[in-house]
């Protein structure tokens, strides 16, 4: 099946200071990348929705300005989370949907952060 | 307002046995009814996926259901293992284009016990 890799897997930062997560579609394209956050014990919540070569959708409550996504291929799309506080710690999964197959959508294994 | 619920919330099964988990949806338009099954610490893996005339799929030991009409659909796991302790969500996809929109159910925990 598709494969979609996340990395890092886990990382550790201190509060104030940016994180860069990357997210692959590793042997197919990606037209649509999907950020997902959850906390302990929750399910997945959508963030914001990427489309290769456009502007990101966010979901309501989303800041935009502090959950900055790029999806500048087919194959990568990248959240940064700026300014980070420890309430943003959480586990963060992307998904990409592949091209032509809309129905179809295939998770990373995760990144988990913690803002200390 | 489009909406997935799960039952049960948790579940503690002896090694071996089979189960049964409920997804009950007021979604529409309805596009694809999916289960994933998600391993603490890692990204959901998908099981099952179907589409509104497909009554029922298999995947080895998962088999799913789906009834349109009464928007319910079940995953049953037959002769479970200790690694099938996961959670495993439920999500229902609105609409009929790549902007469809995706809801998650809560997800039930299944535990294992030898």
């Known amino acids: 099946g598709a494969v979609v890799s996340q990395h890092p897997s886990r990382v550790i930062c201190k509060s104030g200071t940016s994180v860069k997560i990357e997210c692959r579609s590793l042997?197919?394209?990606?037209?649509?990348m999907f950020w997902y956050r959850q906390f302990p014990k929750q399910s997945l919540m959508l963030m914001a929705t990427?489309?290769?070569?456009?502007?990101?959708?966010?979901e309501q409550g989303v800041e935009k300005d502090k959950f900055l996504i790029n999806h500048a291929s087919l194959t990568l799309s990248t959240l940064t989370v700026t300014s980070a506080h420890p309430e943003d710690s959480s586990f963060y999964i992307c998904?990409?949907?592949?091209?032509?197959?809309?129905?179809?959508?295939?998770f990373g294994p995760g990144t988990r952060l913690l803002v200390l | 307002k489009n909406q997935v619920e799960q039952s049960p919330q948790s579940l503690i099964i002896l090694e071996g046995k089979n189960c049964t988990l409920q997804?009950?949806?007021?979604?529409?338009?309805?596009?694809?009814l999916r289960w994933y099954k998600q391993d603490t610490g890692r990204g959901p893996v998908s099981l099952t996926i179907?589409?509104?005339?497909?009554n029922t799929k298999s995947n080895g030991r998962y088999t799913a259901t789906l009834d349109a009409d009464t928007k319910q659909s079940s995953l049953h796991i037959t002769a479970s293992q200790l690694s099938d302790s996961a959670s495993y969500i439920c999500?229902?996809?609105?609409?009929?284009?790549?902007?469809?929109?995706?809801?998650f159910g809560p997800g039930t925990s299944l535990s294992v016990i030898p």
């Open positions: 999500v229902v996809s609105a609409g009929k284009t790549s902007y469809d929109k995706v809801i």
């Open positions: 998904s990409a949907r592949e091209r032509g197959a809309w129905e179809t959508q295939y």
């Open positions: 179907m589409t509104f005339s497909e």
């Open positions: 997804c009950n949806y007021t979604v529409s338009p309805f596009s694809n």
């Open positions: 990427s489309n290769e070569g456009s502007k990101a959708t966010y």
């Open positions: 042997d197919f394209q990606a037209t649509t």
